[in-house]
């Protein structure tokens, strides 16, 4: 044998019964059979076998296994982004004629999606006011397959009537999917959030997470993951997945898994900072609003607290217990004009002007909410709105940086 063809098939096989902290990063796209019987029987499926990289390794099985540990679901597919987890849902679960529904406060692109894609595909959509539940309940129709589901909303952090919503969904017998990035498996549990009149505690049908926010946290990973419990979806969403030969970067699937352990402790320190701010803001005259679940005043409060905070009262302006994610959003008084509020965050220096969040750096984006909406109360819609993302520096340092901001343009 010449040293070259000696050198790929090494004979060296290294002990096993390795142990530490993290799991390897094995990447492959060829995963070898020791016969054909063997490449016949296995079976990537249940994950009792390797066939091929797309269809998992140890990696992205144990990645898989985690996210389902977190939400407390029983299956997991991984995808690239989060938005894509949020198409692969699409894609797999409705056909030609169906009908989805939307909230109106939904992330941005799941919209873009279902006005494009979707309604080429022959997907149709309506968009609903997700705080007026009856809203849900009158446009659900003959072809309505599936109802999407944020808490809170995208942006305006509206938070919604989970419980209620999913009753509906439920008498009327449509799937529930949930965009779950906020909660992030940490704030409720997606699958056990809501007792039927048998007293069994369920929840949604299907979670996705855009895994590129907490459990990242690096502000450096683009990934994301659909979770269900129920056996038959999962089926449809691996083959979907399988067919449409979605893979994710095993340097990644290790970044994720090394981030994991952090989480909590992550989730709970940017929520504690990022109500410590919005203290702050609530006493800034140049603010008409400060939107955070956790904010007594912020639409839709009473809900965070039934679902995220349960048995805690508080009658200060922001609800101490619970849990609550990074994002904080702040409409400025009609008065100041849309070039201050440029200014103000042009001003910013630790804050970052950049989409995303959950990472290290905290983050601004102003919005232009008229332009996104068909349903807000008319007040939401006035005077400029930038959303702020917390993120792992001192609350003090963050609220100065605000202060000389907001000096800037008075
Ligand atoms: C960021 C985000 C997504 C999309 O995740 P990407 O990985 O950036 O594609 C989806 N939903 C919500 C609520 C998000 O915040």
């Keep these: 044998m010449k040293p070259d063809t000696a050198l790929i098939h090494h004979a060296y096989q290294p002990p096993g019964g390795f142990v530490s902290p993290q799991i390897a990063v094995h990447k492959a796209s060829s995963v070898f059979f020791p016969d054909v019987q063997a490449m016949r029987e296995r079976n990537w499926l249940d994950k009792t076998g390797y066939t091929y990289g797309l269809h998992g390794t140890p990696t992205t099985f144990t990645l898989e296994e985690r996210i389902c540990q977190l939400e407390g679901a029983k299956h997991c597919v991984l995808l690239p982004s989060g938005l894509a987890a949020l198409a692969q849902v699409n894609l797999a679960l409705l056909k030609s004629g169906d009908e989805i529904l939307i909230p109106d406060n939904a992330y941005g692109p799941l919209k873009s999606l279902a006005e494009a894609e979707l309604a080429h595909w022959g997907i149709s959509h309506q968009y609903y006011d997700p705080m007026q539940a009856q809203d849900l309940a009158q446009r659900i129709g003959p072809q309505t397959r599936m109802v999407w589901l ?10 919604p009537d989970l419980a209620a919503l999913l009753r509906i969904c439920r008498e009327h017998k449509v799937l529930t999917a949930l965009d779950n990035t906020w909660g992030a498996g940490i704030a409720f549990a997606p699958f056990a959030c809501v007792a039927d009149a048998n007293h069994d505690v369920t929840g949604v049908d299907v979670c996705v997470h855009a895994l590129t926010k907490y459990p990242s946290g690096g502000g450096d990973v683009l990934m994301g993951s659909v979770t269900t419990c129920r056996d038959d979806l999962a089926r449809s969403l691996k083959l979907s997945h399988m067919r449409l030969g979605f893979g994710i970067s095993a340097n990644d699937a290790e970044l994720v898994l090394r981030s994991l352990p952090s989480m909590g402790m992550r989730y709970s320190a940017q929520d504690a900072s990022c109500r410590q701010v919005a203290q702050w803001c609530l006493q800034q005259s140049a603010f008409a609003q400060v939107l955070h679940p956790a904010v007594t005043s912020s639409p839709g409060h009473v809900h965070w607290r039934d679902l995220c905070a349960a048995g805690g009262a508080s009658d200060a302006a922001i609800h101490s217990g619970g849990a609550a994610a990074s994002l904080l959003s702040l409409r400025f008084q009609p008065t100041v004009s849309q070039a201050q509020v440029d200014r103000f965050c042009n001003s910013l220096k ?7 969040w959950a990472g290290p750096i905290s983050l601004i984006v102003p919005y232009a909410l008229t332009s996104m909406r068909h349903y807000a109360p008319a007040d939401l819609l006035q005077g400029g709105f930038v959303r702020l993302a917390i993120g792992l520096e001192a609350p003090e ?13 008075s």
Aim: avoid cysteine; glycine fraction near 6%; proline fraction near 3%.
């Design 350 to 356: 630790l804050f970052k002007l950049g989409f995303s």
């Design 397 to 409: 340092d963050l609220i100065d940086d605000l202060s000389q901001a907001l000096k800037a343009i």
């Design 150 to 159: 944020e808490v809170p909303g995208s942006v305006t952090l509206e938070f």
